[in-house]
């Protein structure tokens, strides 16, 4: 495989009894790239996000994550990506220091890089006075710089960020993928899904889910010219209009 491609996908499909959540998916992502994976509810993406972040066998399919095959590797998957989600983070009530400490022993930092790496992120955070507060303390955006940062301690290949911006303001929402574009300026592929279509445009390419297959896949600006759309609001749902998920 190519060395500059970090997840490639050929004819994935995951079933569920008679229920095709997968439908032959195939696509690729490039190291330090922004990838939008796109889909109403019941699309199939949070399938295809499990089997990706090696946490579910596919039923047929090649896939490859990080290098490592998506049946046989599926532990060093783990080892070699970042994941981060709206509706789990952090614990709220452990202090700033602990949860730190916390993730960067599952990811599998050393003890001695986890002291240094928890200094130098509080620090850059300027998280300092919070260092052992609960993080329940902590305002909305502050815990959502802390929850990237903690996922990307052991500097992974590419980090996975399931709807990561939902219920914040347009403000914090676009401090937080100026992070995104720093992680993605230093090499890491970022793999990111969202309900809100402004954010599709910051991707560099996009994918539309529908009913368990990719129905479109490109560049925003391309997409937008191809289905004779103002914005990816738009595309979206012309494309998503006849789902029979829904």
């Known amino acids: 495989m190519d060395s500059s491609i970090v997840i490639?996908?050929?004819?994935?499909?995951?079933?569920?009894?008679?229920?095709?959540?997968?439908?032959?998916?195939?696509?690729?992502?490039?190291?330090?790239?922004?990838?939008g994976f796109l889909g109403a509810n019941g699309a199939g993406k949070t399938t295809a996000i499990r089997i990706l972040c090696g946490l579910l066998e596919p039923t047929s399919g090649d896939i490859i994550v990080a290098g490592f095959n998506g049946y046989t590797q599926r532990d060093k998957i783990k080892a070699n990506i970042g994941y981060m989600s709206q509706k789990f983070s952090l614990y709220e009530d452990l202090t700033v220091w602990e949860n730190i400490r916390l993730f960067a022993g599952i990811y599998g930092v050393s003890r001695k890089l986890i002291q240094e790496r928890a200094n130098l992120l509080i620090e850059n955070l300027g998280l300092e006075d919070y260092r052992n507060r609960p993080v329940a303390d902590l305002p909305l955006g502050w815990k959502q710089k802390l929850a990237f940062?903690?996922?990307?301690?052991?500097?992974?290949?590419?980090?996975?960020?399931?709807?990561?911006?939902?219920?914040?303001?347009?403000?914090?929402?676009?401090r937080f993928w100026e992070m995104i574009y720093e992680a993605a300026d230093a090499g890491t592929t970022v793999f990111v899904t969202t309900h809100y279509m402004d954010e599709a445009e910051y991707c560099n390419r996009i994918s539309i889910m529908v009913d368990g297959k990719i129905v479109a896949l490109d560049t925003p600006s391309a997409l937008k010219a191809e289905y004779n759309a103002e914005s990816m609001d738009e595309v979206f749902v012309k494309l998503a209009r006849n789902s029979q998920r829904v």
């Open 8 to 35: 490639s996908v050929n004819k994935l499909v995951k079933k569920f009894g008679n229920f095709v959540a997968n439908d032959n998916l195939t696509f690729e992502v490039g190291s330090g790239e922004i990838f």
């Open 149 to 174: 940062s903690v996922a990307m301690i052991h500097k992974p290949t590419i980090i996975f960020l399931d709807e990561p911006t939902g219920g914040v303001d347009p403000i914090t929402r676009r």
